[in-house]
């Protein structure tokens, strides 16, 4: 696994040797957070973050396609 971290760089990239049948198991997207409100320390520990912009509803069993 190599590791490719460039100075000043945002995005940090890991490469490896797949095989070139195997499918991706996942994509990320992770938005930049930007520092704004954030809950105080009970309240933060309680939801699982300290931004109400990333606090959201868990919707278990949300797919139903199968």
Same mark, same amino acid.
């Given at each position: 696994?190599?590791? &490719?971290?460039?100075p000043? @760089?945002?995005?940090?990239?890991?490469? =490896?040797q797949?095989? !070139? &049948?195997?499918?991706?198991? @996942?994509?990320?997207?992770?938005?930049? =957070?930007?520092?704004? !409100?954030?809950?105080?320390?009970?309240?933060?520990?309680?939801?699982?973050?300290?931004?109400?912009?990333?606090?959201k509803?868990f919707?278990?069993?949300?797919?139903?396609?199968?």
């Amino acid at each position: 696994m190599e590791c &490719n971290l460039k100075p000043g @760089a945002d995005v940090i990239v890991v490469q =490896q040797q797949c095989p !070139d &049948n195997m499918p991706a198991l @996942a994509m990320l997207y992770s938005p930049w =957070q930007e520092w704004e !409100d954030v809950y105080e320390l009970p309240e933060a520990i309680r939801r699982g973050t300290i931004f109400p912009g990333l606090d959201k509803p868990f919707l278990e069993g949300a797919c139903s396609c199968v």
